[in-house]
């Protein structure tokens, strides 16, 4: 801990104590559990935005990233590059539903369109899947402070564990959002210096750089060989990811909650548009850093290959680099780990204790609850991170590799009460529950890549609800009001203001800014498929 030295420890300890006083300062506006919850929808869209960013890319991206691309080159960037096709689908189909709504879980959702079984199967799954996510991220952030200040990696966890706890209990999804903001700079600032002291570290010039990876092949960006055993083609990309990645935007209650912060749905589809546009440059950045430093270390294996961006920060030499390394890496994770505890605690509070423990309480007596919650959450999590201690491979492929077991079941619960006639809550259970088994089938006895695991488990889903929907009460005459054509037979019917503001409040109806994000799209393909061919 010594060699962390004075300007280090000042730097990440100034960013610390400004998380928690951000905190304590934001609890003074708390006063119900809505407002723990969502706010009081002043929130601007350009911070919730930046929080959404923020969330997802997390310590995962800033460690994980650089690894996994050092392992397996640039055709990683492949899996990152659907973004703006996943925003498409999401604020075109799933916002609509969630905001209209006015409720703070959007599995209520599933109670509306199937029944409360419905509801409190995909709250459990969600729940599960969530804790296994922010162990990863709890666990990639003691890494680092670890491996900096020396701290033991499992008092590391702790430590972490509570210092995003605290601020959460107490400034609720506000909190969040703003220290979100702050993050997200300390991020990008860290990466941004890391990138150029690296361009400049390197022995040869980043022209000759470039050229020598082109040769090892690793500067291969789309991979078109339709080969299901591969992760990172460009078909597992386009097709695989975009479906994982609408699971993880559309139906991922710590994503979706932010946005129901905004003040019109208008706000809500910008801040959703912020990831659209910047997703693809973040991580071209941290992947374009892994194979760089494929080149600047010649290839050689890491013990632990998560730690590659920080031995060379401390390698470096900078006064405060270390410290700022540090902070960023915390940043990275509280951004995602508070986002986690308010998330968690809104599903525990009002699927399940509000919902079956202790109706009709006053929200003083809920807001209480969702904070106890979040203690019990945080204490949790701290388990499964531990566990994880001993995994030396990418964080960012172990976490997607966890993730891939639960998203199919979760898109397929919602893709079934979008679009189909016939599915219902009977059968939703039966094809959630064979879905998962074929996901399990694949992962154990198949050389199927995970990525894949969504696409099938989804398509499981959907088949068998419907087969099992029909075969147990029949053909439905009439589409559920919260499919999709219900919602636009809804609005008609009842003469409903299709738009707020320019922006559609109805599903399905597309946005004309939303069309950007398709050309943006091809753009980005396009410049890959030059970027892979031009040197």
């Given at each position: 801990m010594g060699e962390f030295g004075t300007l280090n420890w000042t730097i990440l300890v100034v960013y610390i104590l400004g998380n928690l006083l951000l905190g304590y300062y934001l609890s003074k506006r708390i006063s119900t559990a809505d407002h723990f919850f969502l706010g009081d929808r002043s929130t601007p869209w350009w911070a919730i935005g930046i929080s959404v960013v923020a969330t997802y890319v997390s310590a995962l991206s800033f460690l994980g990233g650089p690894s996994w691309a050092y392992s397996d080159g640039f055709s990683v960037i492949a899996l990152h590059a659907n973004y703006p096709i996943v925003i498409f689908v999401v604020i075109t189909l799933f916002l609509p539903f969630f905001y209209n709504s006015g409720v703070a879980s959007i599995y209520d959702y599933q109670e509306r369109r199937f029944g409360p079984r419905a509801r409190a199967l995909i709250s459990s799954i969600w729940l599960v899947s969530q804790t296994m996510t922010s162990a990863a991220i709890l666990y990639a952030t003691s890494l680092v402070l670890e491996f900096i200040t020396g701290i033991d990696v499992v008092h590391?966890?702790?430590?972490?564990?509570?210092?995003?706890?605290?601020?959460?209990?107490?400034?609720?999804?506000?909190?969040?959002?703003?220290?979100?903001?702050?993050q997200a700079g300390i991020l990008l600032v860290g990466a941004i210096i890391i990138l150029c002291a690296l361009i400049l570290e390197m022995p040869e010039s980043i022209g000759s750089t470039l050229t020598t990876l082109k040769a090892?092949?690793?500067?291969?960006?789309?991979?078109?060989?339709?080969?299901?055993?591969?992760?990172?083609?460009?078909?597992?990309?386009?097709?695989?990811?975009?479906?994982?990645?609408?699971?993880?935007?559309?139906?991922?209650?710590?994503?979706?909650?932010?946005?129901l912060a905004s003040k019109t749905i208008g706000d809500a589809k910008k801040s959703y548009l912020t990831m659209g546009f910047a997703a693809f440059f973040i991580y071209f950045l941290f992947i374009f850093l892994g194979v760089l430093f494929y080149s600047y270390y010649q290839g050689v294996e890491f013990e632990n290959s998560n730690t590659i961006i920080l031995k060379f920060a401390s390698d470096y030499g900078l006064p405060g680099l270390m410290g700022l390394i540090a902070a960023a890496v915390m940043a990275a994770s509280m951004s995602s780990l508070d986002s986690a505890f308010n998330s968690m605690s809104t599903v525990?509070?009002?699927?399940?204790?509000?919902?079956?423990?202790?109706k009709g309480e006053s929200e003083e007596h809920y807001l209480k609850a969702s904070r106890y919650?979040?203690?019990?959450?945080?204490?949790?999590?701290?388990?499964?991170?531990?566990?994880?201690?001993?995994?030396t491979g990418s964080i960012?492929?172990?976490?997607?590799?966890?993730?891939?077991?639960?998203?199919?079941?979760?898109?397929?619960?919602?893709a079934v009460g979008f679009f189909s006639k016939q599915a219902n809550e009977k059968g939703v259970l039966?094809?959630?529950?064979?879905?998962?088994?074929?996901?399990?089938?694949?992962?154990?006895?198949?050389?199927?890549?995970?990525?894949?695991?969504?696409?099938?488990?989804?398509?499981?889903?959907?088949?068998?609800?419907?087969?099992?929907?029909?075969?147990?009460?029949?053909?439905?005459?009439?589409?559920?009001?919260?499919?999709?054509?219900?919602?636009?037979?809804?609005?008609?019917?009842e003469a409903l203001e299709e738009k707020q503001d320019g922006w559609y409040l109805v599903p399905g109806k597309v946005d004309r800014v939303s069309y950007l994000l398709l050309v943006f799209f091809a753009a980005t393909m396009l410049f890959l498929f030059l970027f892979g061919r031009a040197f």
């Open positions: 590391a966890i702790v430590i972490v564990t509570l210092i995003a706890l605290i601020y959460t209990a107490l400034g609720g999804i506000t909190a969040v959002i703003w220290t979100d903001v702050a090892q092949g690793k500067l291969n960006p789309l991979q078109f060989d339709f080969n299901l055993t591969q992760a990172t083609t460009a078909w597992s990309g386009i097709i695989a990811m975009t479906l994982y990645h609408v699971t993880v935007y559309g139906t991922n209650q710590m994503m979706v909650q932010r946005t525990m509070t009002v699927d399940f204790y509000q919902k079956y423990i202790r919650f979040t203690i019990i959450i945080a204490l949790v999590i701290i388990v499964p991170a531990v566990m994880l201690t001993g995994s960012l492929l172990v976490l997607s590799n966890i993730g891939s077991y639960f998203v199919g079941a979760q898109l397929g619960m919602f039966i094809g959630t529950a064979v879905g998962f088994v074929m996901v399990w089938y694949l992962a154990k006895h198949t050389d199927i890549a995970w990525p894949w695991f969504c696409a099938i488990g989804a398509i499981t889903n959907i088949v068998v609800t419907i087969a099992a929907s029909v075969l147990l009460d029949g053909f439905s005459k009439e589409y559920s009001p919260y499919s999709v054509r219900g919602q636009i037979k809804k609005f008609k019917e």
